[in-house]
């Protein structure tokens, strides 16, 4: 993979299953790879809520497949009735989702060989979708050896193992109006929070003012396996029917610094970022850094922060002392109150 940074899209199941809903059309062009794509099998709880396929409820991750995607493997959009870009702006009915289902017919008859295929689903809301699914994840192509080598993805595949065993729990308001205290999510809160969305799209709201109203974003925790709970941070809401993807996405830079959830959705079908540096440049580095020595790389920090030196900084070998550092740490912090 090339680049500087490595993208990861983060894909949750029920366990046990094997066909998986693909992200928009848009993040599988060719400038779009190449990517990991991480299949998790999650046990989950759902809720059943009326009118709906089901609302995540708690999820314990229980396995994950590591794909390595840098071909279309899709069928491509063939802008008939209209290109993608003009199809996502129309409002859905009988008669789109008719042409639809005829038209990705077609393309599924004249690609067979393509494994990444059409959702025959086309309904966003009141708004068209084109969507893509594989019937079977296992048919994607496996990570290449000279991938599985490098640092960086070692690092992944140890924080992978790291997640096996977490429990994914969150927690919402008990009460309606979103009052109450925050208590662990149950299908009696999700059912309350579906009814009273209802009651405000009944008295006129749109449907996402009716959501903010209704439905708490919640708070996200982690269940670790020796069964301590950590809150987790970050940019969630719950207030999604399928929330743990999102979860899962948290809880990997969570366990890793190394990967950043991206701050906006401009790169479709990208949940995760992992900066990469050069091995060998890294290796440079390290060996650098040992010729020039713990004690000058310290005068070289005192002497850009403008730290007084101290014979009391360094003791005999090769280490510097705790008061130097603590003089290091009290200087950065005054920089940053500037």
């Known amino acids: 993979m090339t680049g500087k ?10 366990s046990g299953k094997k066909s998986v809903l693909l ?29 709906r396929n089901g609302r995540d409820v708690e999820g314990e991750v229980v396995a994950y497949h590591i794909y390595y995607i840098d071909e279309e493997l899709n069928i491509m959009w063939e802008n008939n009735p209209l290109t993608h870009s003009e199809l996502i702006k129309q409002k859905w009915n009988n008669e789109i989702d008719e042409e639809l289902v005829n038209e990705i017919s077609r393309l599924h008859k004249k690609f067979p060989d393509k494994i990444i295929r059409f959702q025959k689903s086309f309904k966003n809301g009141n708004n068209v979708r084109l ?15 000279k991938i599985k080598k490098k640092g960086q993805y070692k690092s992944i595949v140890k924080t992978c193992e790291q997640m096996l065993g977490s429990k994914l729990k969150v927690k919402k308001f008990e009460l309606p109006y979103l009052q109450g205290n925050r208590v662990w999510l149950s299908e009696k809160i999700l059912q309350m929070e579906h009814e009273q969305k209802k009651t405000f799209e ?45 979860a899962i996405d948290i809880l990997m830079s969570y366990f890793n610094d190394k990967l950043t959830i991206p701050k906006s959705n401009k790169e479709v079908g990208v949940d995760l970022f992992m900066k990469i540096v050069k091995e060998k440049d890294l290796e440079e580095k390290m ?52």
């Open 5 to 14: 940074v490595w993208k990861i899209e983060n894909k949750s199941i029920q």
């Open 131 to 145: 969507q893509y699914q594989i019937s079977d994840y296992r048919k994607l192509p496996t990570v290449p050896a």
């Open 287 to 338: 060996k650098m850094a040992r010729k020039m020595g713990k004690h000058n790389i310290m005068r070289e920090i005192q002497k850009i922060l403008n730290i007084e030196p101290s014979d009391s900084d360094i003791s005999r070998g090769s280490t510097v002392t705790t008061i130097s550092l603590w003089k290091i740490l009290e200087a950065l912090i005054e920089k940053e109150k500037k």
């Open 23 to 51: 992200s928009s059309i848009s993040a599988w062009k060719k400038e779009m790879l190449p990517k990991f794509l991480i299949v998790w099998e999650i046990n989950k709880k759902m809720a059943k809520i009326e009118g």
């Open 202 to 246: 009944n008295m006129g709201f749109s449907k996402s003012n009716a959501t903010k109203k209704a439905k708490d974003i919640g708070e996200l925790y982690l269940i670790t396996k020796e069964n301590s709970i950590i809150k987790l941070p970050g940019n969630f809401s719950a207030r999604e029917d399928y929330w743990i993807g999102n």
